[in-house]
């Protein structure tokens, strides 16, 4: 890697463009606090760009339409019992015991050629990719998909209504995405000077990951995996590795051709930084994608680890109001589910809205959780304020909630996904519960007033967000399952059944791993004892939370 030029300080007037207002930020977006470094051009939820945009006439009928179809796997209800008992079983087993019908997935084959539209499938796959021309895609799928320009002079192409299934496609088809092209994900990288900000020693000291690194686990053998829309620039992470005295990087670049990323946004630069700040010894591969691709470099990341891997994605979008995304959420669910079950651990960021994740897509009123890290297959990671000690360890810590600014870690209530079985406790069941799955599950460092020191975009900066926290956690769990398997253990997988079970303080628990962060809302819901919705279980102290994964994998035998 080249070094880079001498670092210069972010301007004022790029700080200024990037913290414009709510309506101006993309509909999917990483999760990155203000102050910022950069902002993407900003679009709004897909239903707003319709209603607002222009109509330009139906797309050309042989116009080619990818598509993606999620289907339905055998015994859902088994695998969730699995899952929920913190279990993970073989690839082969999942395909042989929980993988969608191959007779039911060849009649779906044969309905879509009869209509004219191709289709791939590799076998245990939850997802079957097809392209057809447009006029076969809307004869068979009840759309029109016309040419659109939206208020903010994006053109794209979509349907003004919502798809119906055929019922020939019924017995095993429950999602379809792919009949837009508009730009669902976009990245900004937080950043500017704050003299609250904090090293990732000084966040390892803090959560008590140095006794760890003390005796050498430093993530050696573990990989994690990041789903990226924006390119990391090199000479940014050597720059980092200088300053921090840290070795070179080990990042490859996956397999995935789901599409093109953009240019250097510092989203992936933080993503990579932070993992190897606290984990250097793990190997970090990224899959790029393009705006509307990322389901399909994250298939490709699962079908690449069959085994499982550590991924941390700052990627998501809100559950829009009234469900009219739901499909994303289950094409989403159909991927991660057999991937959680087969030994992945997936950190995901909730978001930097608060309680309103849709904010950042136009909706200003209503409280909407975010749609990617509500999933139940999925640890979501909401944010802190922290403050240290006077000799640099744990002092406190508060929900990040900023209410002149309007950001904070974002957590709620899903709308689309019910409560899964592991997830109790004490606050769990609060009054805002419905029966439906709740987040965060955990958080850590996120509020940019004490933001992480970085290397972005051709300076050092100070970035927030639970874009900062989601890739500590993961850079955690490599520790953790580099610390297993140094003892013979399985390795940690799926987290959250063993997350919600230390949180009940079960009979011979090494010791209790939570920080319970009880002050400061998330701009509604509030920090309180036990579980919350604002902080989740709370922050962790890393070493404790080692000792307890080999108390849990020897008591409860995951492997």
């Not at 990627?315 to 994303?328: R, T, V, Y």
């Not at 897509?361 to 959780?369: E, K, L, P, R, S």
């Amino acid at each position: 890697m080249k070094r880079a030029a001498p670092l210069v300080a972010a301007v004022a007037a790029l700080l200024l463009a990037a913290c414009g207002s709510a309506s101006a930020q993309v509909a999917t977006h990483a999760r990155s606090g203000t102050p910022t470094v950069v902002s993407l051009p900003a679009h709004p939820l897909l239903s707003l760009a319709i209603r607002n945009g222009r109509d330009l006439g139906p797309l050309a009928a042989g116009t080619p339409v990818h598509l993606t179809l999620g289907l339905t796997g055998r015994d859902p209800a088994g695998l969730d019992t699995l899952l929920s008992s913190g279990q993970h079983i073989s690839a082969q087993q999942l395909a042989s015991q929980f993988g969608p019908d191959a007779a039911a997935v060849a009649a779906v084959r044969a309905t879509l050629a009869a209509a004219g539209i191709a289709s791939h499938w590799t076998a245990g796959d939850t997802t079957m990719s097809a392209q057809g021309p447009a006029g076969a895609v809307d004869a068979l799928f009840g759309v029109r998909i016309d040419n659109r320009v939206g208020q903010d002079g994006v053109h794209f192409y979509a349907p003004a209504s919502m798809p119906a299934i055929p019922a020939a496609l019924q017995s095993i088809v429950n999602a379809v995405s792919g009949l837009d092209d508009y730009p669902t994900a976009g990245a900004a990288a937080g950043g500017g000077r704050s003299p609250t900000s904090v090293t990732a020693k000084q966040m390892a000291d803090f959560y008590n990951v140095t006794p760890l690194r003390n005796n050498g686990i430093d993530g050696t053998g573990m990989t994690v995996v990041f789903p990226e829309i924006d390119q990391f620039d090199e000479s940014m992470l050597d720059d980092f590795a200088s300053k921090f005295n840290l070795p070179a990087f080990n990042v490859q670049l996956g397999s995935s051709s789901a599409g093109r990323p953009g240019k250097e946004q510092g989203e992936a630069d933080l993503d990579l930084e932070i993992v190897h700040a606290i984990a250097p010894g793990a190997k970090e591969v990224v899959y790029y994608a393009s705006a509307d691709t990322v389901p399909q470099a994250e298939q490709q990341m699962y079908r690449d680890f069959p085994h499982g891997a550590i991924e941390s994605s700052s990627l998501g979008e809100c559950e829009a109001p009234g469900g009219q995304n739901k499909s994303d959420a289950t094409l989403l669910g159909d991927m991660q589910k057999p991937a959680a079950a087969a030994g992945w651990s997936i950190f995901v960021a909730t978001g930097d809205r608060g309680a309103y994740d849709c904010a950042d897509q136009g909706d200003f009123n209503d409280v909407q959780a975010d749609l990617d890290a509500s999933l139940p297959y999925v640890t979501a990671v909401g944010g802190t304020l922290v403050r240290l000690s006077s000799s640099g360890g744990y002092g406190s810590e508060a929900a990040w909630g900023e209410p002149i600014e309007q950001w904070g870690g974002s957590g709620g209530v899903s709308e689309y996904w019910s409560q899964p079985s592991y997830q109790q406790g004490p606050g769990v069941q609060n009054r805002f519960s419905n029966g439906q799955r709740e987040t965060p599950d955990i958080s850590a460092n996120a509020d940019a007033q004490s933001g992480w020191d970085v290397f972005a975009q051709g300076s050092e900066a100070v970035v927030g967000g639970t874009s900062a926290a989601t890739p500590f956690w993961a850079a955690c769990a490599a520790l953790i399952d580099q610390d297993l398997k140094k003892q013979g253990l399985p390795l940690i997988g799926f987290a959250n059944p063993a997350l919600y079970t230390f949180g009940q303080s079960p009979s011979g628990l090494p010791q209790f791993p939570y920080h319970d962060v009880t002050q400061g809302t998330n701009l509604y819901y509030p920090a309180v004892s036990g579980y919350d919705l604002a902080t989740g279980l709370g922050s962790a102290d890393i070493n404790a939370l080692a000792s307890d994964f080999v108390w849990y994998e020897r008591n409860h035998g995951s492997g």
